[in-house]
């Protein structure tokens, strides 16, 4: 292909981007913009009304796994000591004191641990429980398992809470 010939096509395309594209952009750029606006309009009033933040459902689902003994009297990130017999886990980004209702779906038990320590650190998991913790709600033989992850809001009972698992 000779020199002149890639000059026009050269102009040609650049002609087609300084007068074409804009309009085509102009076009698309609307689509769905005022859905956008609406549904997001929509989560937020919800959000008022229900005092929850948009888009957290009330319980979250996560991989659970439990300190082993070896960890047992070691200090947490929270420099607290580890006691596996106490109600506690870890987690990558709660705050330290969060209290957490961690329920087995498979066989509805429930436990309250509070978060102590930073944690696990193997991917695919999200909290870590206590020996104690995880032998609660019967997922010693499993070692692992999906749970339901609830935050409880601080009250007196929560208090009361942190207190019994220090």
């Not at 796994?65 to 420099?79: D, I, L, M, Q």
Request: glycine fraction near 8%; aromatic fraction near 6%.
């Amino acid at each position: 292909m000779s020199n002149q010939i890639k000059k026009w096509i050269a102009t040609i395309l650049g002609l087609h981007m300084l007068f074409i594209a804009p309009v085509i952009a102009e076009s698309v750029a609307g689509l769905g913009s005022d859905e956008i606006v609406q549904d997001h309009s929509a989560l937020v009033i919800d959000s008022l009304h229900t005092q929850e933040p948009p888009g957290n459902p009330p319980g979250e689902r996560m991989v659970a796994s439990y300190y082993s003994g070896k960890f047992h009297g070691r200090k947490t990130a929270s420099g607290e000591r580890f006691d596996q017999y106490a109600l506690t886990c870890a987690h990558k980004t709660l705050p330290f004191q969060t209290i957490l209702k961690v329920t087995n779906p498979k066989n509805g038990k429930s436990v309250t641990v509070r978060v102590n320590d930073r944690g696990p650190f193997t991917r695919g998991r999200d909290v870590d429980l206590s020996y104690a913790a995880a032998k609660e709600i019967d997922m010693i033989q499993a070692g692992v398992l999906a749970v339901e992850v609830l935050v409880l809001p601080p009250s007196e009972t929560t208090e009361d809470a942190i207190a019994s698992s220090r």
